[in-house]
């Protein structure tokens, strides 16, 4: 992330930066004036997220519910806009940003996703809410260093989610002659378990949208390459058209051709379907917001569906984090400090992330604060603890998001016939240099 804000020019972040309003007095009252001139108003927050529907709705819900507890004198305003991770909010935003017209807060997906919006000098540094919250004691040192840019930081995490995670019909597998106890150990193996579902008459795997494309390449770039190669290609010190890279890419393509295309314009619910209502597909990869869909069906853990890591990237996290922002100009300061401060706290981590499926960015939970989450996110945060950190293409953590929109962009061109696995691998070098 630091090569990639060097790259937007150090005078001309350090120019927008001098310019930055708004405060982090958390004092009611309105229009009250900081320092800077923003307001210290904390009568209100207007919020923007795209958790508009499902788990993410509910998480946010139980958010607002701890918040109103904790801030009973400023008023949740909800302005979560619709649409699959985040396309539609990040589209408006950039418009009121240019024109200065921020909300008060809003999620983003932590990392390099904001560079952009640090380099223009729509953020605020947030680093000593991070000291008076504590927050430096409370998450943990990995997540610190990739919310770090040139020593400030400008958003709080309210979760972490891992995106190399594959969830496994255990019917459709049993069907096809396959253990779902055992899964494969590398992309090649895995392929050759997609073919045995193929011959039974099942859908091997499942994918949507394009960015859930994205994210099902990522997982397989990191499989392939390994943590290291992988972390090399994202900061530019591996090449796009390296070896390794040519044969994830070929094997994305390989994968693909064995899914429904016809669920690839859809969100990644109703492309995992075949997996969690219909028992007619194996596997789908998804971040583990994908365990709530799972909750609100009658199925079950270890008889009816399994999770594993995407084969041959065991022992690697792929990281992704929401996060909120205190966009400079917020008109109501004192209640985006409110919110930052809620979305950081136990009660408010605990009562959304038990929802979502993802875990607390906290590391300082209690044995008995983690026992109130389920098996599956108790297994995530001991695996967060040790495995190898990676940041997520698809959800903004490793690449700026000009980079990925046209990731994004290229895959559709993909799905569209108008290019072939090789020139998807070329567009997606032209890409990364942005």
Same mark, same amino acid.
């Given at each position: 992330?630091?090569?990639?804000?060097?790259?937007?020019?150090?005078?001309?972040?350090?120019?927008?930066?001098?310019?930055?309003?708004?405060?982090?007095?958390?004092?009611?009252?309105?229009?009250?004036?900081?320092?800077?001139?923003?307001?210290?108003?904390?009568?209100?927050?207007?919020?923007?997220?795209?958790?508009?529907?499902?788990?993410?709705?509910?998480?946010?819900?139980?958010?607002?519910?701890?918040?109103?507890?904790?801030?009973?004198?400023?008023?949740?305003?909800?302005?979560? +806009? *619709?649409? #699959?991770?985040?396309?539609?909010?990040? %589209?408006? @935003?950039? &418009?009121? $940003?240019? !024109?200065?017209?921020?909300?008060?807060?809003?999620?983003?997906?932590?990392?390099?996703?904001?560079?952009?919006?640090?380099?223009?000098?729509?953020?605020?540094?947030?680093?000593?809410?991070?000291?008076?919250?504590?927050?430096?004691?409370?998450?943990?040192?990995?997540?610190?260093?990739?919310?770090?840019?040139?020593?400030?930081?400008?958003?709080?995490?309210?979760?972490?989610?891992?995106?190399?995670?594959?969830?496994?019909?255990?019917?459709?597998?049993?069907?096809?002659?396959?253990?779902?106890?055992?899964?494969?150990?590398?992309?090649?193996?895995?392929?050759?378990?997609?073919?045995?579902?193929?011959?039974?008459?099942?859908?091997? +795997? *499942?994918? #949507?949208?394009?960015?859930?494309?994205? %994210?099902? @390449?990522? &997982?397989? $770039?990191? !499989?392939?390459?390994?943590?290291?190669?992988?972390?090399?290609?994202?900061?530019?010190?591996?090449?796009?058209?390296?070896?390794?890279?040519?044969?994830?890419?070929?094997?994305?393509?390989?994968?693909?051709?064995?899914?429904?295309?016809?669920?690839?314009?859809?969100?990644?619910?109703?492309?995992?379907?075949?997996?969690?209502?219909?028992?007619?597909?194996?596997?789908?990869?998804?971040?583990?917001?994908?365990?709530?869909?799972?909750?609100?069906?009658?199925?079950?853990?270890?008889?009816?569906?399994?999770?594993?890591?995407?084969?041959?990237?065991?022992?690697?996290?792929?990281?992704?984090?929401?996060?909120?922002?205190?966009?400079?100009?917020?008109?109501?300061?004192?209640?985006?400090?409110?919110?930052?401060?809620?979305?950081?706290?136990?009660?408010?981590?605990?009562?959304?992330?038990?929802?979502?499926?993802?875990?607390?960015?906290?590391?300082?939970?209690?044995?008995?604060?983690?026992?109130?989450?389920?098996?599956?996110?108790?297994?995530?945060?001991?695996?967060?603890?040790?495995?190898?950190?990676?940041?997520?293409?698809?959800?903004?953590?490793?690449?700026?998001?000009?980079?990925?929109?046209?990731?994004?962009?290229?895959?559709?061109?993909?799905?569209?016939?108008?290019?072939?696995?090789?020139?998807?691998?070329?567009?997606?070098?032209?890409?990364?240099?942005?």
């Amino acid at each position: 992330m630091r090569r990639f804000m060097t790259a937007c020019g150090a005078a001309a972040l350090a120019l927008a930066l001098t310019a930055c309003g708004g405060g982090a007095d958390s004092s009611g009252g309105a229009d009250k004036a900081d320092s800077k001139g923003g307001s210290a108003d904390a009568s209100q927050v207007d919020v923007v997220t795209w958790w508009s529907a499902g788990s993410e709705k509910e998480g946010l819900a139980a958010l607002e519910k701890v918040f109103t507890e904790q801030n009973p004198d400023t008023k949740f305003n909800n302005l979560a +806009i *619709s649409g #699959g991770s985040g396309d539609q909010a990040k %589209q408006k @935003l950039q &418009t009121d $940003l240019a !024109a200065k017209n921020p909300p008060d807060t809003y999620q983003a997906h932590a990392g390099a996703e904001l560079s952009s919006d640090i380099a223009a000098g729509y953020l605020e540094d947030v680093s000593p809410l991070y000291d008076e919250f504590k927050l430096k004691d409370a998450f943990p040192d990995t997540l610190i260093d990739r919310l770090t840019v040139d020593g400030k930081i400008y958003s709080v995490p309210s979760n972490i989610h891992r995106a190399n995670v594959v969830w496994a019909n255990v019917k459709v597998l049993k069907e096809a002659g396959l253990d779902p106890e055992k899964p494969a150990d590398s992309v090649e193996a895995w392929i050759a378990d997609m073919e045995k579902v193929k011959a039974a008459g099942k859908t091997p +795997i *499942s994918v #949507g949208a394009t960015w859930t494309q994205l %994210q099902l @390449l990522e &997982t397989i $770039l990191i !499989a392939d390459l390994g943590a290291e190669d992988y972390t090399k290609l994202v900061e530019g010190d591996l090449g796009w058209d390296d070896a390794k890279v040519t044969t994830a890419f070929e094997h994305f393509d390989k994968i693909m051709n064995m899914t429904d295309k016809g669920l690839w314009s859809e969100d990644w619910e109703p492309a995992m379907a075949g997996v969690v209502k219909d028992d007619s597909v194996a596997y789908n990869v998804m971040g583990d917001w994908a365990l709530a869909a799972f909750n609100g069906s009658d199925k079950k853990a270890g008889e009816d569906y399994v999770y594993f890591p995407v084969p041959g990237s065991q022992g690697v996290f792929d990281f992704l984090a929401d996060s909120f922002t205190m966009p400079v100009g917020a008109k109501h300061a004192g209640g985006t400090k409110n919110w930052l401060n809620t979305i950081s706290s136990k009660e408010g981590q605990i009562a959304f992330n038990t929802i979502k499926g993802s875990i607390p960015a906290r590391s300082d939970l209690s044995d008995e604060e983690k026992a109130q989450f389920p098996e599956y996110q108790q297994s995530a945060m001991a695996d967060f603890a040790k495995d190898t950190i990676v940041s997520s293409i698809a959800h903004g953590a490793a690449l700026p998001l000009p980079a990925t929109e046209a990731m994004k962009s290229a895959l559709g061109e993909y799905d569209s016939g108008s290019l072939d696995i090789a020139g998807l691998q070329t567009k997606f070098a032209d890409a990364a240099k942005k």
